[in-house]
């Protein structure tokens, strides 16, 4: 039996690719990376990120967090584009999630001062899960870069690029953009939890043209663990796996379409 | 109102102009599900959401031109597109608010002379 269910942990990965910690205004102010990456392992998550609005620091903690534990962190970020279209970006190492920051976040993210009474604090944190300071920029507000451009900046980085929550009714492709354009080079599209649920997908699935991933987009410490993504064939464990598992789903739907 | 006159009283730049089409009515919005939902046929579209999505709305609702406003930067694939789908392109260096109200008065004088 016990065997069974050690055999049972293993493949089965779960995945929660869109979690926001206490940098991100919306996000709860106990959201540390150690408190976020405590409660995931408590859950049994096994590969999970942390995606800010407009914001890195969190997400290379937790990368840096990790490495000492049983847990996969991928480096990410929540971008918004000139649309106001959050976008997911994910990158191997934090190196290239510094990049990004210096290229595109900090250049182009217009400099407003937050309000902490109207969109909450931005609390940042050190290693051992203390408070360090307040980020004081405002990080809802839109990096000034179109959504192709963006996704192009992503792709030089070695990135990949997945628009967030596409089915909301804002800051999504298709409230912003009315559509999914086929031709668009997404890596994948990220559904809410709602849709994903209601239309029972499945790692694995499609939506137009692209594989279909969600994520908990969880902002305070009890929503992480309520949803993640069963990875039954233990394909995805690291950046490197999930990027190649995107390719491959793409190359299959490019040769689907050519049939 | 013919769009040539439209153009001409409100002080517009042409990025592509195919057709001198008769404008019925017009919407001001930049979020596309929203214009979708909502903009009437043969009207006029002030925006600033610059994306090539923008052709494929106008076609949806068959809108007859688009105006960018805040002198808004538009890319070559979007100009082409509207080459290609034949809708009318426009600019102008003022914001969306002034323009609407502009256009507003021109539209419903026209109106009133019926």
């Given at each position: 039996m016990v065997f069974y269910i050690n055999y049972w942990r293993v493949i089965l990965i779960k995945i929660d690719l869109h979690i926001h910690s206490?940098?991100?205004?919306?996000?709860?102010?106990?959201?540390?990376p150690s408190m976020i990456l405590k409660q995931a392992s408590e859950k049994g998550l096994n590969v999970i990120s942390i995606t800010d609005h407009n914001a890195i620091q969190h997400s290379i903690l937790a990368y840096e967090i990790s490495q000492k534990e049983n847990i996969c962190v991928i480096p990410g970020a929540e971008l918004t584009s000139r649309e106001e279209v959050h976008l997911l970006a994910y990158f191997k190492d934090i190196s290239s999630l510094i990049k990004l920051d210096n290229l595109v976040i900090n250049k182009l993210l217009p400099d407003i001062e937050n309000r902490s009474d109207i969109f909450g604090y931005q609390v940042l944190y050190d290693y051992h899960g203390e408070i360090i300071d307040?980020?004081?920029?405002?990080?809802q507000a839109a990096i000034g870069m179109d959504l192709e451009e963006l996704i192009k900046q992503i792709h030089r980085l070695n990135g990949l690029a997945i628009p967030a929550h596409?089915?909301?009714?804002?800051?999504?492709l298709i409230s912003q953009?009315?559509?999914?354009?086929?031709?668009?080079?997404?890596d994948a599209v990220e559904v809410s939890k709602c849709k994903w649920n209601k239309d029972g997908y499945k790692l694995g699935d499609f939506l137009s043209e692209f594989p279909v991933i969600c994520g908990s987009?969880?902002?305070?410490?009890?929503?992480?663990?309520i949803f993640y993504m069963e990875d039954r064939g233990n394909i995805i464990s690291d950046y490197l796996s999930f990027e190649r598992y995107l390719k491959e789903k793409k190359d299959e739907n490019n040769r689907r379409s050519f049939v | 109102m013919k769009l040539s006159q439209i153009i001409e009283k409100s002080d517009l730049e042409k990025v592509v102009f195919c057709s001198d089409d008769e404008i019925e009515s017009g919407y001001c919005g930049d979020l596309m599900s929203d214009v979708i939902a909502n903009a009437e046929n043969n009207s006029i579209w002030i925006t600033i959401?610059?994306?090539?999505?923008s052709i494929a709305v106008a076609l949806i609702k068959d809108i007859k031109a688009i105006i960018f406003t805040n002198n808004v930067e538009l890319n070559p694939d979007l100009i082409e597109k509207a080459k290609d789908e034949e809708i009318n392109l426009l600019k102008s260096k003022k914001n969306s608010f002034t323009l609407c109200g502009i256009l507003y008065k021109l539209l419903e004088s026209d109106s009133n002379k019926d």
């Open positions: 206490s940098l991100s205004a919306c996000g709860a102010d106990e959201m540390s307040l980020d004081n920029r405002l990080r596409i089915d909301k009714n804002r800051f999504s953009l009315g559509f999914i354009d086929s031709q668009a080079n997404f987009d969880s902002h305070c410490l009890d929503d992480i663990g | 959401q610059a994306h090539k999505n």
